[in-house]
């Protein structure tokens, strides 16, 4: 692949995807309709697995002389219901693998390599093909698949129970600085995927979800108390007392003072 890649779209497909990286060092950047670009550093012997859902944009820098390769492994639906069955019986229903970036891991890479000089010899055997492709989807259910209560959709998103536990865990820490990086590694996500599936999960990205909160708590203390402006964007965690105003006209159409006066 060239050094430095154009925006690409990786489009939306019903099989999950595994990509293991070849050969070369690269800084990924992803994002999803027109969001805000997140990277991902790789290098050779890193993985991709995504469950599809909506596509989504895709660009790469070298970072090494080394070429950028990648293989590609779509995993069959078949295979992976038989995996799914196996591991999660009558949960089954409830379980798919998780979207995931940039990460390592020792014993996939061992079945890919032998995958991969399988395909790459003259006449290869189908039979092997399918053997360690059954093997790795066994794998992908043991190690990267979660289980929800309700019915699986087409469209992945984070489960319930770690919805509750990440937005619980925002509004106890609202006034601390965001962090896409601690909240995303808080669900086993790489930053791009968590953003992606925050959203499709809230509906609000993230960060956006993380200014909801400081919002309502500023509105909450400028109705129920008499602290200053300043002391209340301090407490909601802006240093700034002219930018919270700035941001709370944006979002509520008044000042702080002009809110306060109306409560």
């Not at 099989?15 to 690269?26: A, D, M, N």
């Not at 601690?182 to 996500?189: K, N, R, S, T």
């Not at 129920?224 to 965690?237: H, I, P, Q, R, Y």
Request: contains cysteine.
């Amino acid at each position: 692949m060239p050094s430095t890649g154009e925006a690409w779209n990786i489009p939306s497909v019903s099989e999950p995807v595994l990509i293991w990286v070849t050969s070369g060092e690269v800084e990924v950047q992803e994002r999803e309709t027109n969001g805000p670009w997140l990277t991902t550093r790789v290098k050779k012997g890193s993985f991709f697995l995504s469950m599809g859902g909506s596509p989504y944009d895709c660009h790469w820098k070298t970072l090494t002389s080394e070429p950028f390769e990648v293989m590609h492994v779509l995993i069959g639906l078949p295979f992976l219901e038989r995996a799914l069955d196996e591991v999660f019986g009558a949960d089954a229903t409830h379980a798919e693998l998780r979207d995931v970036s940039g990460f390592a891991d020792v014993t996939l890479d061992s079945f890919i390599r032998q995958l991969h000089a399988e395909l790459m010899r003259p006449k290869a055997s189908p039979l092997f093909v399918q053997s360690v492709g059954q093997a790795i989807a066994i794998y992908l259910a043991r190690n990267y698949a979660i289980t929800d209560t309700g019915p699986r959709s087409g469209s992945s998103s984070l489960p319930g129970y770690k919805v509750q536990q990440i937005t619980h865990w925002m509004a106890e820490h609202f006034a601390e600085q965001f962090d896409l990086a601690h909240l995303a590694a808080q669900a086993g996500l790489s930053k791009f995927h968590f953003h992606r599936l925050f959203k499709r999960a809230t509906g609000v990205s993230p960060s956006c979800y993380h200014m909801n909160l400081r919002m309502d708590a500023a509105r909450r203390l400028l109705r129920e108390t008499k602290k200053s402006v300043v002391t209340v964007a301090l407490e909601v965690g802006y240093a700034s007392a002219s930018h919270f105003a700035q941001l709370f006209r944006r979002e509520t159409g008044l000042s702080p003072t002009e809110y306060r006066r109306q409560r």
